[in-house]
């Protein structure tokens, strides 16, 4: 009878044990929703790019200064 309780709690104990392992390997695996950033698509070339490292000018959108100038002439 002895045997058969320190069994049940080994296996209480592992079960425990995994599940909060697999909690915190979810947790840290969980997507960051502060890095999310707008894209926008080059008014010349149609590339998307994000928002923050594209040029704007007159109201479009580019991926370099060689396509707001070429867009532009």
Excluded: N, T, W
């Amino acid at each position: 009878m002895f045997k058969l309780i320190v069994l049940v709690a080994v296996v209480m104990a592992v079960y425990s044990l995994l599940k909060g392992y697999g909690r915190s390997v979810q947790r840290h695996h969980a997507p960051r929703a502060e890095g999310v950033e707008d894209m926008v698509r080059c008014a010349r070339c149609g590339v998307h790019l994000p928002k923050s490292e594209s040029i704007l000018s007159r109201g479009a959108f580019f991926c370099s200064d060689e396509h707001r100038r070429l867009h532009q002439g």
